[in-house]
């Protein structure tokens, strides 16, 4: 991790450009911890765009995670999600200190998160607030998942999960596709038991985390972001996240 006093602080942007002062505070004890984590996430994710000291930040923020308890553990990681799942939208070139740090910090966060999915009490912490609970499984896909998918759910969340975009090879497009109510254009995917400790396949680990957490809101439309598009137009079959990557590509 890089120093706090380096120069590197001064060029390193954030929502309030200020991201520096508050992991200052936070690391050194000055505030209330979960006020002090809430800014600081708050100023890294600013409406879900990436900023450059999110990378420098995150070795910090892993390295004080394991200093937590349990509960503080799980709100650290449920408020940091939506600032590692933005990187997707500006991608941090490989071999440079930027990628370097952001990869340091997620190696920290992965360590700390299997360590709290192995928690026997997790599901307590976690539907004692289902809205924290939602978070954490959001954060758990941006730290362990396709940060590509994690930062899809992030944005869906602005039409409360009811919608969101899918485009086709034949011209055929709709911005605005139901997930509420399953269309016929989309075949869910039917998703295994999760064991509470496996993080191999995405869909069934997301999914319960998320039955876990007691969320609905999300969960719901899982097996559909997962499963398979028939085109109403030209009826090609294509899994729904090839959808929302052209329909992001084209538009």
Not at 115 to 143: C, M, P, R, V, Y
Not at 154 to 180: I, K
Request: glycine share 8%; net charge negative.
């Amino acid at each position: 991790m890089i120093d706090l006093n380096a120069p590197v602080w001064e060029t390193l942007s954030a929502a309030g450009n200020d991201a520096d002062k508050w992991l200052r505070c936070l690391l050194e004890g000055n505030g209330d911890i979960r006020e002090n984590i809430t800014i600081l996430a708050e100023d890294l994710s600013h409406q879900l765009s990436y900023y450059s000291a999110t990378a420098y930040v995150l070795p910090h923020l892993a390295a004080f995670c394991a200093q937590l308890s349990t509960e503080d553990k799980i709100f650290l990681i449920a408020q940091i999600g939506a600032a590692i799942a933005a990187e997707n939208y500006t991608p941090l070139e490989p071999q440079t200190e930027a990628y370097e740090q952001f990869m340091e910090g997620l190696t920290g966060l992965r360590s700390e998160l299997t360590a709290l999915i192995q928690n026997t009490k997790l599901e307590n912490f976690l539907t004692s607030d289902i809205g924290l609970g939602q978070e954490f499984a959001l954060s758990a896909l941006s730290i362990f998942g396709e940060r590509k998918h994690a930062y899809a759910i992030y944005l869906m969340s602005g039409s409360c999960w009811e919608e969101w975009c899918a485009a086709c090879t034949c011209g055929w497009n709709d911005e605005t596709l139901s997930l509420s109510d399953q269309p016929e254009c989309l075949e869910p995917i039917e998703i295994g038991t999760w064991d509470g400790k496996s993080l191999t396949d995405e869909a069934v680990w997301f999914y319960g985390l998320l039955a876990l957490a007691g969320d609905e809101e999300i969960k719901r439309i899982v097996p559909l972001l997962y499963g398979t598009g028939v085109c109403p137009n030209c009826g090609k079959r294509e899994p729904y996240w090839t959808w929302y990557n052209r329909f992001m590509e084209d538009y």
